[in-house]
């Protein structure tokens, strides 16, 4: 988890970086600077300047606009689990720490274990004896119950639940309010569609949806 009193900083403008920011102020700490590739976006926090791309980065850096080393969250959201990893990779290049963090309103187990850069939002529970792989969302009022692993770049979308033992695979999608049963495998790079109850295991590269949850599609996405 984050190393207390370093401010933050968020790589990305958009949704996800404004909920991240959330979770940074309700927790007593604060963000100082976004990052984008994007030169067209603005910052998505009022008072927080934007800088761009690597450049922006390595300026930023040596302006001494804070003492290394700071916390930097990855600020994207779905699909982009394989970008978000190469985000903290990145960053961990420049002297960044990549910390997980926890709104305060969620519930994460004592023995569950959290790789580094993963973000447990509101409500959201992970469960005993759980695992998350690097770079996770679990999202507002999700759900990750006990014994399951979860592989990296995981995006488990609001109110989705997934049952005790559930294996997910990498940069897999878990849709809104979706539920898979215990036991379940899904392989990497899948999506499970808002709303679907996955009863069996799902191949790597497929989308499924409905209930009872069946593929729809295969292929990369």
């Known amino acids: 988890m984050a ?4 401010p933050f900083v968020i790589w990305g403008s958009g949704g996800m970086a404004k909920k991240l920011f959330d ?3 309700m927790n007593d700490s604060k963000v100082i600077a976004l990052f984008d590739r994007n030169p067209h976006v603005k910052s998505v926090i009022e008072g927080v300047p934007i800088f761009y791309g ?3 980065l390595r300026q930023w850096i040596a302006s001494g606009a804070c003492e290394m080393p700071c916390n930097a969250l990855a600020g ?11 985000l903290l990779n990145f960053l961990s290049r420049y002297g960044f720490l990549t910390p997980s963090v926890v709104h305060p309103t969620a519930f994460v187990s004592p023995s569950a274990k959290v790789a580094r850069g993963c973000a447990i939002l509101t409500y959201a529970i992970v469960d005993v ?3 998350l792989g690097e770079a996770c969302v679990i999202n507002d009022a999700a759900r990750v119950g006990h014994d399951c692993v979860l592989g990296k770049g995981v995006f488990v979308a609001p109110g ?6 559930a294996r997910i695979g990498d940069n897999v999608l878990i849709g809104a309010n979706a539920v898979v049963l215990p036991g379940v495998a899904i392989g990497a790079n899948s999506i499970v569609g808002a709303g679907a109850v996955v009863l069996k295991d799902l191949p790597s590269h497929v989308v499924a949806a409905g209930n009872p949850a069946r593929i729809v599609r295969t292929g990369d996405r």
């Open 129 to 131: 004896h759980s695992t």
């Open 76 to 86: 994207v959201g779905w699909p982009q689990g394989s970008e978000r990893i190469a």
């Open 54 to 56: 690597e450049d922006g």
């Open 3 to 6: 190393r207390e009193n370093l």
């Open 23 to 25: 979770v940074v102020r």
């Open 160 to 165: 989705a639940k997934l049952l005790g033992k």
